[in-house]
């Protein structure tokens, strides 16, 4: 049985505790069995096992040996804040996940949407088959991570990368020899990335793992390298447009590309007390600077107290970018600056970003036989640039060779032709003998500056709860290492907000400001975000569909692409259907819909249909006419039921309708409180889960035949708490431990799930 960590009464009610009320050990061995308890004298055999099982303050211990496994956490398998989940390995070096056991998958460690889980001590080899992919990967919206003394190598692309992520951690954590990159990410919000160390990588495989993508890579001397205008390197970081990003304490050496790559609109950058070296070109030298920030049009970016040096390119490059500081920098080498247009290409569907070089700050570095040098795109650089720029360049020491500058068609030596003939002050020094050496540095004191609150921009439905999160900061941005009191408010249309941040809509359309204010020695700020109400929305999911395309023709996904002139055109098949599975049930109250042009005929009949497991589906509409050619027909749901997947059955009523419907728009209401019937199956009834209010607490009548599980879930997807027991069985929330509100109780049974709303009051 589970180890319980504290005393639980039990009673004829069993009681839904609060997360981190009691917690359990978990133990995996490469002797053991699933059908274990997962105790440590009859451990799991795979990660996964206990990774389903685990709730708050559980901690799951790994021990000795290989595991061909892969491990994937979903947003139900959290911890909290003050009780994560940890999975740890009993070493680093003893406990290793190898990856080469199966080609097919995406990932061999994943989180998508889990929060607060530690993952330490262990390494991950020879994993993440998919191209452009990662061997470890934080992403999904994924809150709370600890990342520690973790090595992951021999990746088919990248070792770790971190995507749409807040307030996680990544330290003594080193990536080496993998086909690709390092450590990387995008949209990191509170990111930081300590102690780590990015080697050897993208260093060229004997062998292409993608034989598919022959001409996407570089094959110098019979090895197979990522070129270094795509990824490759010690880490690329993308689209970190909220930020902080704080890297320190930080080492790439010996990779094959930029050792740090910050490449398309990064904002709250900080890179502090970190080294580059000996990072290497392919094709061509300026594939390997040592740092290289690329088209950041806003910034600000920072550098403090590194170090770069014996690299083939640049030893630091600033590309496009704005408001950007390096400062008590040792560069033994070259500092390049590039100015490119783009001519409106396009990426991520988005035109590309056109940014000038502004706002550059370079004081208190320490130059060695340097040289700072314009490439592409300066070619037409005035000797005024400086000034209209607003580059600041002053109190630095060169060492070695005499000072250079290199601007556009124009290059000067010696401090005083410099600043004579560029209208730059340059105040600095220059000796001819090189005796500095590398010292790290303390940032300045932090200063309570602003504050944040985040997420931002969210869309509610009547009676949805969100957890919002205040943040002071300081000068850099980043998080103050004491966080003050915060005093909460929300003004505006119906909703309320309570003393930890956590919203509740109400019953009415529009938009509510929530701020939130806080002092620190003396200085007031606030900061404030806007939460739209509405009625509805549009639905989306995990996109789900059968049926085979035509030759030549758009599959069933074409339904779903936004775009009414497309449409899916399938082989006869006695099954042919598109639709979603979600990851929280949802209440599907409205359906607009598109035919194919001339085709409008084939959708008479045909029905869309709710499920709870995929297999047993219900209908919620049958559509009685010919709908319009060229333009969406909406109909509202009359009776709304809460299901796990929605789908377009376009073979209802026995004909093949071949998927022709060009566009498909599936709109969720609030919970309507009525749950698709299951299969009986499993369970004793189509019923199995009755809720009821008890002064404000919710009885939760469960009648199922083995094993089942018990979720109580706030109604934005975020686990309170879960137990498990089997038969017929009697929970009781505890109104006292939950703040009241809306949640969604969840009761799971073999492959069925049954939910039902409940309002919890105290």
């Known amino acids: 049985m589970r180890t319980l960590r504290a005393t639980i009464h039990a009673a004829l009610a069993c009681v839904f505790l609060a997360a981190g009320t009691f917690a359990a050990d978990y133990f995996i061995a490469t002797s053991g069995d699933d059908t274990n308890d997962g105790s440590s004298g009859a451990p799991f055999a795979t990660i996964q096992k206990a990774v389903d099982l685990a709730k708050p303050g ?51 460690f994943a989180s998508w949407g889990a929060s607060y889980v530690t993952l330490e001590d262990m390494t991950f080899r020879r994993g993440a088959c998919f191209f452009n992919n990662s061997q470890v990967r934080i992403a999904g919206g994924s809150r709370g991570w600890t990342v520690r003394n973790i090595l992951t190598k021999e990746s088919h692309w990248d070792g770790i990368v971190l995507e749409d992520v807040d307030h996680c951690l990544v330290e003594d954590v080193i990536t080496e020899y993998n086909f690709a990159g390092g450590i990387g990410g995008g949209k990191c919000r509170d990111v930081v990335v300590r102690n780590c160390i990015s080697r050897n990588n993208n260093c060229g495989w004997d062998y292409n793992p993608f034989p598919e993508k022959e001409g996407s890579f570089h094959n110098i001397g019979g090895k197979y390298h990522v070129p270094g205008g795509f990824s490759g390197g010690g880490g690329k970081w993308c689209n970190n447009y909220e930020g902080p990003l704080l890297i320190e304490n930080h080492q790439a050496y010996d990779n094959h590309g930029p050792g740090l790559w910050f490449d398309w609109d990064n904002r709250n950058v900080v890179v502090r007390n970190s080294e580059f070296r000996n990072n290497k070109g392919m094709a061509y030298n300026w594939e390997g600077s040592g740092v290289f920030w690329e088209v950041n049009p806003t910034g600000p970016l920072t550098l403090e107290y590194c170090y770069s040096h014996d690299n083939d390119g640049s030893e630091i490059a600033v590309c496009e970018s704005k408001n950007v500081t390096i400062m008590h920098t040792l560069i033994n080498g070259s500092f390049e600056l590039r100015d490119m247009e783009r001519e409106a290409p396009v990426r991520d569907g988005e035109p590309a970003l056109n940014s000038d070089i502004e706002n550059l700050t370079l004081k208190h570095n320490v130059y060695q036989n340097g ?76 200063v309570f500056t602003s504050m944040t609150v985040t997420p931002a921009g969210r869309t509610l439905l009547y009676g949805e709860t969100l957890q919002l999160w205040a943040t002071a900061r300081d000068q850099y941005f980043l998080a103050m290492p004491t966080q003050p009191a915060f005093t909460w408010s929300a003004t505006g249309a119906d909703g309320e907000v309570d003393n930890d941040g956590m919203f509740t809509a109400g019953n009415t359309e529009g938009t509510v400001t929530v701020t939130a204010d806080a002092s620190m020695d003396g200085t007031a700020k606030s900061a404030s975000t806007q939460i739209e109400i509405v009625a509805k929305r549009k639905a989306t999911g995990h996109f789900i569909s059968e049926g085979e395309p035509l030759d030549f023709c758009e599959g069933p996904w074409a339904a779903f692409d936004g775009d009414i002139t497309t449409y899916p055109d399938c082989h006869e098949a006695d099954e042919l259907w598109a639709g979603f599975r979600f990851d929280q049930p949802k209440t599907i109250v409205e359906i607009s819909f598109c035919p194919r042009d001339g085709f ?53 009523g026995g004909e093949c309708g071949y998927l022709n419907v060009a566009e498909i728009e599936f709109y969720e209401g609030p919970s309507s409180g009525n749950a698709v019937a299951l299969s009986p199956v499993l369970l004793r009834t189509a019923m199995p889960l009755h809720v009821s209010a008890v002064a404000g607490r919710a009885l939760v009548n469960v009648a199922a035949e083995g094993a089942h599980r018990v979720d109580l879930f706030s109604l934005n997807g975020r686990l309170v708490h879960r137990v498990r027991g089997s038969g017929s069985r009697r929970y009781l929330v505890n109104r006292t431990m939950v703040p009241t509100g809306y949640y969604l109780v969840s009761v799971a049974a073999g492959a069925y799930t049954v939910c039902r709303r409940v309002m919890i009051c105290r």
């Open 58 to 108: 559980d901690v799951i211990t790994v021990r000795t040996g290989t595991y061909n496994q892969t491990i994937i956490f979903w947003s139900a398998n959290s911890g909290t804040a003050d009780n994560p989940i940890v999975i740890k390995g009993e070493s680093r070096a003893g406990v290793i996940i190898d990856g080469e056991f199966d080609t097919t998958m995406r990932h061999l």
């Open 371 to 446: 040289e700072i040098r314009t490439s592409l795109g300066a070619e037409t650089w005035t000797t005024s640039m400086a000034s209209t720029r607003s580059f600041d360049w002053d109190y630095n020491t060169w060492e070695g060779s005499e000072p250079t500058v290199t601007w556009g068609p124009n290059s000067r030596t010696g401090l005083a032709s410099i600043q004579s003939d560029f209208n730059v002050e340059l105040n600095s020094t220059h000796s001819g003998s090189i005796s500095s050496s590398w010292e790290t540095g303390d940032p300045e004191p932090p």
């Open 600 to 652: 409008g005929e084939r959708m008479v009949g045909r029905t869309f249909e709710v499920s709870a497991n995929g297999t047993d589906w219900t209908s919620i509409y049958t559509i009685e006419s010919v709908p319009a050619d060229g333009e969406m027909t909406t109909v509202t749901i009359d009776d709304p039921l809460e299901a796990a997947y929605v789908r377009y059955n376009s073979n209802a």
